[in-house]
């Protein structure tokens, strides 16, 4: 029954987020493979972050579809998942890194601790597994090995975001949602960040839906982008077009005054 | 030779015939009378009553007389003897606008129909120790409003009126929880939130209301108005088809107005934050006030980062018969599972001492079979 | 064994009344029904504080019948004071008989122990327990924890012992140490020290667990799985005492420490003194019994 690659990961139709009279987003289509990293930019308000709480079903949406084409292959409307679907979803399939490393972490548990939760609580029960496989994650995200002891909280912010990454894919998770990933870092940082997050993106053939308001961040990781403003999507295409060639006023003006700044 | 202590059914009696001297104190000193306590610390009564959530002054007057005036513990007695009664049914909620005022405040209004009514309280005293107390005294005779006070509406009543402030977030419904019969789950709803904090300890609900003064929540409260005087009990009875009247109660009610700023939807408007406890207890009553306006900041829309604004956390913790209970027990025995840790500790100690300095490792050893 | 005394007039049958006790009845059945889950129940207050066996008395309260002999241990022995404090309340307010011996009880209150005789079908064991959820520590909202357990997402638990390995290099947990019950749900065995773990697994008596101050009843019926959570490569383990009792020579069992003097003297002794009493009455002697042939220990301490 399982369905070919070339079949979509990801499915929105009409995706509409109301705040009584006031849009949060409205009527967002949106389709995403397998091993694509989409880009969703705006300025703050436009409703990319409102956009990407509903598709990572943190949000409830007012009106609209999400299905998911699950790891047997089915495609399932994910309102009508049950929260011990959804909950096991978003701990195995999915991951999810934040702009603030502190929400996704666990900040006194051990870094080891941190990475192997998400592999007990999918009844992992061999202490010796669970920890070379959180040492082998410390390597691949570049924290010394001798720190898998350490609680994040003595971490730097760039080792935390780090270890959120680690933590979330050592499931080997199809789809990952990142939210302003390099947001609170220094320039220096975000650079090492985001060229390693390419590295892993492509090894293991990850889907990424990320939302940025730097343009910069978009083109280094981004195949495809969306371009949004006041809840609605105004351009959509593939990133090195959209950015060398924007055809809406708004996208234009965007670009231009990265390139000013 | 060694034989394990055992008479503890003895030294229990033993100890209780204690506390029954203790109690009674100087025999040349003439005992407490519960008439005496219920007149004379009748503020101390009140609190047993309202925290006891039983409402009999003889009772709670005897409860304080065992408690040798631990309030806690007499709260603690009057509960236990509580729970023992028969319910024969709910009664109709006392209508606190029929209340015959004996004290009515209003800290929003220079002056409002029914007037400030200022009656016994301790506000504008000063704290001078009165050393004429070391003696009987007979008080003064106060002047005494004549009867037939004009009616006293409410404040939040007269700003209803005008629209400024929401409409009381309570309906009137059938279902009213009840505390005492079901257990309490959360998310709590008003009605089983202010039932628990009618009984919850004073000083508990004193440092959070105090602490939302102090910007742990900050909800701009207003003293809307405090009314303490006596209202009527009723009880519907179904056989003959009408509310009959089952005593009197006097009662502390205190109705906060506090600061809202409104929405997109609605315009902004003042909110509310209500107390109700049994007898005279102003602070009890403002406190609860204060809280309950607090817990309401989830469904306000109001950012939650205060511990008043924590349903949960305050529900769990306020009631001090509970919280007396759990701390107290630290001091029943615990050896068996201290044996536990003692030994996991020795184990540990051990296995650091040979880590540290591996040319010791005999010495440890040595030590740990001489353990 | 005591004959039953006169009953506490002006109470019912086990102080609580008939309506509470089926209330209490239900959630007891329920409880058994889904092992390990904790039922909410409309706990009352009893004429004792909160913390100190509310819950096993009203869960025993709710089970007792006249025809049943009361054992009421904590710490292992009968003659702890808030041991003998609930004994008295209930030959009071039911004047049922009592007992000592594990053997002779139908029902055992306990708190912090299960007894070392192994428990018989048809016996109950009703265990105090003061913090019923395993998850409270590493989770303090109950909205939460019900969530967890629901969901069965349990990964948080062995997140605490996995940080207990890499700290200390063993499972720190010495009492109160979580258990699976029947594959299903994590329950706390209430603050008995993790040598007893083993008894509740397929223990052929009813166990209930009554903590009155959270208002949650749970339950282990006869012969359910209990299994000590651990990773396979740092497997459970009991803690094991290297001396036998010093008054009647067991081993295998738990021993209570009893510091001496103030220059480090120190002797170990079973805890379940039911149980080192009927081996001295046996003829089993202790290194430190001394001379009092089989005395069973009397009102009094003995001469040096």
Request: hydrophobic share 40%; with cysteine.
């Amino acid at each position: 029954m399982a369905m070919t690659d070339d079949a979509p990961l990801l499915v929105a139709n009409g995706l509409t987020k109301r705040y009584g009279h006031r849009i949060g987003c409205e009527n967002v289509d949106l389709t995403l493979y397998a091993g694509e990293v989409l880009a969703i930019v705006g300025e703050s308000g436009s409703g990319k972050s409102t956009l990407l709480q509903m598709l990572s079903l943190q949000m409830m949406q007012t009106r609209g579809d999400i299905s998911y084409r699950m790891r047997d292959g089915q495609m399932r409307d994910l309102t009508l998942l049950n929260e011990a679907e959804r909950r096991l979803l978003m701990r195995t399939d999915w991951g999810y890194v934040s702009q603030d490393a502190t929400l996704g972490l666990r900040m006194s548990v051990s870094a080891g601790g941190n990475v192997g939760e998400r592999l007990m609580g999918l009844g992992w029960r061999h202490y010796g597994n669970i920890r070379n496989e959180a040492l082998d994650w410390l390597d691949r995200v570049e924290i010394d090995r001798n720190r898998i002891d350490d609680a994040p909280r003595a971490f730097s912010g760039g080792m935390r975001q780090r270890l959120l990454i680690a933590k979330n894919l050592v499931t080997k998770p199809r789809l990952v949602f990142m939210d302003e990933p390099t947001g609170g870092l220094d320039v220096s940082v975000q650079a090492r960040i985001i060229d390693f997050l390419r590295g892993l993106v492509a090894d293991l053939d990850l889907a990424v839906i990320i939302v940025t308001h730097d343009l910069a961040v978009a083109r280094l990781l981004s195949t495809r982008i969306m371009v949004m403003r006041d809840g609605h999507v105004i351009e959509t295409g593939l990133t090195d077009q959209v950015l060398d060639d924007p055809h809406a006023p708004y996208t234009q003006l965007l670009v231009s005054s990265v390139l000013q700044a | 030779m060694y034989v394990a202590v055992k008479g503890g059914e003895a030294a229990i009696d033993n100890a209780h015939r204690l506390l029954d001297l203790a109690r009674r104190g100087d025999t040349t000193v003439p005992e407490l009378s519960v008439d005496q306590i219920s007149q004379q610390l009748a503020l101390g009564v009140a609190r047993v009553m309202s925290e006891g959530s039983l409402y009999d002054r003889e009772l709670a007057a005897l409860a304080i007389k065992q408690a040798r005036g631990d309030l806690i513990e007499a709260i603690f007695l009057t509960r236990a003897y509580r729970t023992t009664l028969p319910r024969f049914g709910y009664s109709i909620p006392v209508d606190t606008n029929a209340m015959r005022i004996s004290r009515r405040i209003s800290a929003t209004f220079k002056d409002l129909p029914g007037g400030q009514i200022l009656g016994p309280t301790f506000d504008y005293t000063h704290r001078l120790l009165d050393f004429s107390l070391l003696q009987s005294t007979v008080p003064d005779t106060p002047l005494l409003a004549g009867s037939g006070l004009d009616a006293t509406p409410r404040v939040t009543d007269l700003l209803n009126r005008d629209g400024l402030i929401e409409a009381n977030p309570i309906q009137e419904c059938d279902d009213v929880g009840d505390l005492t019969r079901d257990p309490l789950e959360f998310p709590a709803t008003r009605d089983l939130r202010l039932q628990s904090l009618s009984r919850a300890d004073e000083g508990f609900l004193l440092a959070l209301g105090y602490s939302t003064q102090r910007g742990y929540g900050r909800t701009h409260p207003f003293v809307g108005e405090i009314r303490i005087g006596q209202v009527d009990v009723e009880l519907f009875v179904e056989d003959l088809g009408f509310a009959v009247n089952l005593g009197v109660i006097e009662m502390t009610e205190c109705e906060m107005v506090n600061q809202f700023h409104g929405s997109a939807e609605q315009p902004p408007q003042f909110t509310r934050g209500y107390g109700l406890v049994f007898g005279q207890s102003e602070r009890k009553a403002m406190s609860m006030a204060l809280v309950d306006r607090s817990m309401r900041a989830q469904e306000l829309g109001e950012e939650l980062s205060a511990p008043a604004q924590d349903v949960e956390f305050v529900l769990s913790h306020c009631d001090n018969v509970q919280a007396t209970g759990f701390v107290e027990h630290l001091k029943l025995p615990h050896y068996v599972d201290f044996q536990s840790e003692l030994q996991l500790v020795r184990r540990l100690r051990g296995e650091h001492a040979a880590a540290q300095s591996p040319s010791s490792t005999a010495a440890v050893l040595n030590k740990e079979a001489a353990e | 064994m005591n004959s039953p005394g006169p009953k506490a007039t002006g109470y019912n049958f086990g102080y609580l009344d008939e309506q509470t006790k089926r209330m209490i009845r239900r959630a007891i059945l329920k409880a058994v029904a889904i092992p390990g889950y904790q039922v909410p129940f409309a706990s009352r207050e009893m004429p004792m504080p909160y913390g100190w066996g509310t819950g096993g008395v009203q869960v025993t309260a709710a089970v007792i019948g006249t025809e049943d002999v009361l054992k009421v241990i904590d710490q292992g022995s009968d003659d702890t004071t808030n041991a003998v404090s609930i004994r008295k309340f209930f030959v009071r307010t039911s004047g049922v008989r009592t007992t000592t011996s594990t053997a002779d009880a139908s029902i055992i209150q306990t708190r912090h122990r299960i007894p070392e005789r192994p428990l018989q079908a048809g016996q109950i064991i009703v265990y105090q327990v003061p913090i019923p959820e395993p998850l409270r520590f590493l989770e303090p909202r109950e909205t939460e924890t019900r969530r967890m357990h629901a969901l069965e997402e349990y990964g948080l638990m062995h997140v605490k012992l996995y940080e207990d390995i890499a700290r200390h290099k063993t499972i720190a947990t010495t009492y109160a140490y979580p258990v699976k019950v029947d594959g299903r749900y994590v329950m706390d065995p209430s603050p008995t020290p993790k040598f007893d773990n083993p008894k509740m697994d397929m223990s052929p008596a009813l166990q209930l667990f009554g903590a009155g101050r959270e208002k949650r009843i749970y339950a282990l019926p006869p012969y359910t799985k209990v299994k000590s959570l651990d990773f396979d490569d740092h497997p459970f383990e009991v803690n094991r005492f290297t001396t036998p009792c010093g008054l009647c020579n067991a081993t295998g069992v738990y021993l209570d420490e009893v510091i001496l003097d103030d220059q480090g003297g120190r002797m170990f002794a079973c805890s379940d003194t039911d149980h080192c009493e009927t081996r001295r009455v046996d003829g089993h002697r202790g290194l430190l019994l001394g001379d009092a042939h089989g005395q069973v220990g009397g009102s009094r301490h003995g001469d040096d």
